[in-house]
């Protein structure tokens, strides 16, 4: 019996099965189709592709993150970027997925934040990923803050006439500094179609294209970075997703930028790249799935105490 974690991904979703006992770990992923306008195809492939490589039978919980805005039961009530998704029950589909199983649904920003929090050994962080969309998280004595609702950082305003983002309003962070928005700044100063790999290469050769296109992007999250520092004055902000492990450069260029915003008085957070580097959310869904497993035994503990006491 172990713990399942599932990523789910604005291009792909991953999966990490840890074995309880052994301690063993297995991760797989596979590519999201485009977003089409039936979510029940998109839950049967969930499903497909978890039995496939996994029996129900070892399963003793399943943690899953997602992009998406979740009501407490765990209905959609957003998701921009695959919207016939609003107003699944997405709690309800995944018990239908995994029947037995306990399983817990949270916000990606917020699972990889307290992933984060745990790996660097602080209690107290900002976590922001950065690759299809932008995610975040705020970590503070240990706990998600605010707790009632997922921290939404992707979508703090950096520029009040930016680009539009998925959500509607204009100059979110995302729609600024995300992977996509990045590509797409990168092809209009190349003047062609510029791949994450071509970027990467761009960076690393010095074209100014591409350091123009990521800096751009680095300043704009920088200023995301210092607003929330104003609000929770962390001890660090952790930078993370698969766009920022795959720009070596931009966990550097973004904390000179916060440096360079530093007001008398208030002295930054460091800023660092994220420990599990591209893979803080799948890490975070594993360890909501262990948390599962143990509430359930200290359920179960304190149940047999009342017994022998009557």
Known sequence: MGCLGIDIGGTKVAFRFEHGETGAAAEFSFAWPEPGPDAAADLRLLGTEAAKTLPREQLAAVGVSVPATLDEAGRVLAWPMRPSWTGVDFGAALRSLFPGVPVRVADDGDLAALAEAKAAGCADLVYFGVGTGIGGGIVL??????????????????????????????????????GPATLRRATRLRGGPVTPSQLRAGIETGEPWAVTAVTESARALAAAVVSAGELCAPAATVIGGGFAAGVPVFVTLVAAEVRRLARPGRRPAPVRPAVLG????????????????HDAQAAEISSSARAASR
């Open 141 to 178: 004595d240990g706990r998600s803050w605010p707790g009632r609702a997922s921290c939404e950082l992707g979508h703090v305003v950096v520029d009040r006439t930016g680009a539009r983002c998925d959500c509607g309003r204009r100059g979110c962070v995302q729609a600024v500094a995300s």
């Open 278 to 293: 591209g893979l803080s959310s799948l890490h975070g869904a594993v360890a909501a799935a262990r948390e599962l497993v």
